[in-house]
């Protein structure tokens, strides 16, 4: 597709419960990226992928996070045991392959809104 | 620790003012810098991209500038209208394309 895709849009987990999101990426785009956004417009970088590999995971919270971008399926990040603080838009964005040093945009898709009551 | 900050905070102009959103940054080694707007409860909409050998990108009414050995973004509007008003993003990549992102510009342009 021409959007990056996210599901569910509003996703809401009593404490300690799994959450698990989803993200189809733009067709074509081989970096997958999760940021997390808490209080207004703090932005944090979780994880990124280059196809199915991780790339770069060093916002990951490993303990109760984790991710996967498996061929022919929509990326996912799950959440184990969630807590309260763990309530956050979360955003996943791709882009395509950089080439000859040329750095491309990252497109963002619409956010998947999680609650922990 | 690389850092993004983003001044002012908030700004509120009325129509058909030309202004200018600041972004600064720590460390000049940058892979590329980003600049979005996000409408409320709304994703992000990427408005420029400005590689680190670029000096500054043009979009319409939009105008990035880049000027790395002092470590500052400029995002110039021309003539504001009220559909420009939302929060403005500065987000810069190091490596590993990685963004970090700025706090914001929350703009509100009134008729």
């Known amino acids: 597709g021409e959007e990056v895709a996210q599901t569910p849009k509003h996703l809401v987990r009593g404490e300690g419960q799994k959450a698990k999101l989803y993200c189809a990426p733009i067709k074509g785009h081989s970096y997958v990226f999760w940021y997390q956004q808490v209080l207004k417009n703090e932005f944090k970088f979780l994880i990124s992928?280059?196809?199915?590999?991780?790339?770069?995971e060093t916002g990951m919270p490993k303990e109760r996070f984790s991710a996967k971008c498996l061929p022919n399926s929509p990326c996912s990040l799950e959440i184990q045991a969630t807590k309260l603080e763990d309530s956050a838009v979360y955003f996943c964005a791709s882009s395509p392959q950089p080439m000859y040093g040329f750095s491309y945009e990252q497109y963002f898709g619409p956010g998947t809104r999680l609650t922990v009551t | 620790k690389q850092e993004v900050t983003q001044i002012p905070a908030a700004l509120s102009v009325p129509e058909g003012e030309n202004l200018v959103l600041n972004c600064s940054f720590t460390?000049?080694?940058?892979?590329?810098l980003q600049w979005f707007r996000q409408d409320p409860g709304k994703g992000l909409t990427s408005l420029l991209l400005?590689?680190?050998?670029?000096r500054e990108q043009t979009s319409g009414r939009l105008n990035a500038s880049l000027d790395k050995s002092s470590g500052r973004s400029t995002l110039y509007i021309a003539a504001s209208q009220p559909g420009d008003s939302a929060t403005y993003l500065c987000a810069v990549s190091w490596y590993t394309d990685k963004l970090i992102f700025g706090t914001g510009t929350r703009l509100q342009v009134f008729p």
């Open positions: 992928f280059q196809n199915e590999n991780v790339f770069d």
């Open positions: 400005i590689q680190s050998s670029q």
């Open positions: 460390d000049s080694a940058i892979y590329n």
